[in-house]
């Protein structure tokens, strides 16, 4: 069978329900990470061990979530295009994320690279690594329709 029709046999569920844990994932883990880190820093969390019962810290991570889910909407739209008519190869899709981030916060203006006094160089940094991790970690269905 011709290369191109096998990766035209995915199943359609699959890439979605792929790419929907692969969302959902990366906002969640990314706006976790991203205000541990930046806005409480490392010394922050180690001596204040009740910063996790907070509710203005959950409520700021769901806020970031809400937002990175909307924002990241095209790139995973593209993701899943080149999913179905590309490639599959996870190595490659973890590299296209990569580059989806950095042009997702750079369109929505949310690169840090204006503020270099930022604790870390830019959140799209954090986010790029969570997507290419879940990306090799999580499976694709290999389920072909018939």
């Known amino acids: 069978m011709n290369r191109n029709l096998k990766l035209n046999?995915?199943?359609?569920n699959a890439i979605f329900f792929f790419l929907l844990k692969i969302w959902i994932l990366t906002n969640s883990i990314s706006?976790?990470?991203?205000?541990?880190?930046n806005d409480y820093g490392i010394n922050g969390i180690v001596n204040n061990g009740t910063i996790l019962f907070k509710e203005e810290f959950w409520q700021s991570i769901l806020l970031i979530a809400c937002i990175g889910l909307i924002c990241s909407m095209p790139a995973m739209l593209i993701l899943g295009l080149l999913i179905k008519l590309w490639t599959r190869n996870k190595v490659i899709l973890a590299f296209i994320s990569v580059f989806l981030v950095v042009v997702t916060?750079?369109?929505t203006g949310s690169m840090a690279l204006k503020n270099p006094k930022m604790y870390i160089p830019s959140p799209s940094i954090i986010y790029a690594t969570v997507i290419s991790i879940l990306i090799l970690i999580i499976k694709?269905?290999?389920?072909?329709?018939?």
């Open 105 to 107: 916060f750079y369109c």
């Open 9 to 12: 046999l995915i199943s359609g």
């Open 140 to 146: 694709l269905d290999r389920k072909h329709t018939d």
């Open 31 to 37: 706006a976790f990470l991203f205000l541990m880190v």
